[in-house]
């Protein structure tokens, strides 16, 4: 296999330019501010940005309301400043992967706008309509709470018309050849401007069926593909990165049984089984998650991470396990949303231990996948939970102790920074991390570089061993006659464990890449390992007449 696919070894930061850096003082993050934080990115040694939605659009769902798609939301700044960004970015070798937001417009739309106006507009059949209330208007809500229905009547179209999210969020009607025809149209256009690949936004209903007639809408997965052989005709190494939270056995339809959808896909199923292991050190599911999504086409990938910026959906777990993880993460009901999740950060759902912090990423980059982190990840941020919705987590990056943590000199800035207690700015911000050796920041980048020397990871077969305690996962990664082993103790004791690497032999030694020390097999040919509690090892499996012998077989 060809060593060329940049995704499987990349590690990923996911920003909204709105909230990263504002360099024109209004108040708002922009392009240019981001520009010149592109050093500091490039330093923590990050290979991919994903950028949140930064289109023209009214702002109603972060972005995910787009009114015009071949443009830069003039609050960001002007296309001009984009390409400058995407070249500064290509400069230190850093990718640009950018949100695709498709399933449905803003209403703001000119299209959508055209649509509702006439019924004999060109644009009319872009969207989807009913003269009546269809009978399942009140089922299949994404956000449960506060979106009362899927089909709203409309004044001016004297129609109903569906929307998956928001009632402001009409969805495109994908089906339709000329909608198809545009979408690819705007992804022929970023890629143009210096684009990797894209993040497509809710894929699941961007390929159902949908109408008025429609109750168990059916998957169009041969639209996967034309978006990939499009992709992949004007630029040939870019890629898709869907946004799917599907189950196991229907990961092959998004990748394809060939590798010819999509390249990549989060992984959701692991995701929620990762935090039930963090909130019970049970990592018994977590290890069934990984087997059950491990069958993939060789070429294809999983985006792994912790926290994103919505809520952390807990929806497939099961409910005695949900009850666990609210408890332990998110106990007060303003942390939780949708009836489904929690909206917090990741640093104080783990009461900022550093021990569990540095456990839950070194678990989550040593996954069968590539590692896919949140700005502000990096230091530790936190969250305001007395901002609405999924706000609480979208929070002004945190860069000094200047007023607003640096990022604006606005005393306004789009939504508040952090102020005050151990996540507020004062406390905790880039300048004093980075002075600081043991900072979470300094800690964080050698995890990306430690990510980065074992490609074993994002290349190899996963094997997941058995140590004989359920808090204890090893996940053993085999790639071109080398091994990686990874040893994660969820639990808050120091346990012993004794296990087999499981290889051929029983002469390997296993060689610390993180910190000193190194354990060579005991007589039985087993290795006994006394773990502090929460702690992580990564292990190259080696000595020298080990690998010899490897090489002879
Ligand atoms: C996706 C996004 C979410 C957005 C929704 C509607 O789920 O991650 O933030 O609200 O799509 O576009």
Known sequence: MI?????????????????????????????QGLQRRLDYLAGLGVTAIWLMPFQTSPDRDDGYDVSDYYNVNPRYGTLGDFVEFTHGAKQRGIRVLIDLVVNHTSDEHPWFQDARSNPDSRYRDWYLWSDKKPANADEGMVFPGVQKSTWTYDEKAKQYYFHRFYDFQPDLNTANPHVQAELLK???????????????????????????????????YDMLRMFREFLQWRLGDSIILAEANVVPKENLNYFGEDGERMQMMFNFHVNQALFYALASADGRPLTKAITDTMSRPQTAQWGMFLRNHDELDLGRLSEKQRQTVFSEFGPDKSMQLYDRGIRRRLAPMLKGDRRRLELAYSLMFSLPGTPVIRYGDEIGMGDDLSLPERNCARTPMQWSTEPQGGFSKNEKPVLPVISGGAFGFEHTNVAQQRRDPNSMLNWMERLIRMRKEAPEIGWGDCVPLDTGDKGVLALRYDWRENSVLVVHNLNPTPVEVEFDVGLDDDGATLIDIVDDGSSQAQKNGKHKLLLDAYAYRWFRVGGLDYLLKRREI
């Not at 060329?4 to 108040?27: Q, R």
């Not at 890629?191 to 998957?219: C, H, N, S, W, Y």
């Open 186 to 220: 705007i992804m022929g256009f970023w890629i143009q401007l210096g684009v990797a690949g894209f993040r497509m936004d809710a894929v699941p209903f961007v390929i159902a069926e949908k109408g008025a007639e429609v109750t168990k809408p059916k998957e169009q």
């Open 3 to 31: 060593n060329d696919l940049w995704y499987k070894n990349a590690v990923v930061y996911c920003l909204s330019v709105e909230t990263f850096m504002d360099a024109n003082g209004d108040g708002v993050g922009d392009f």
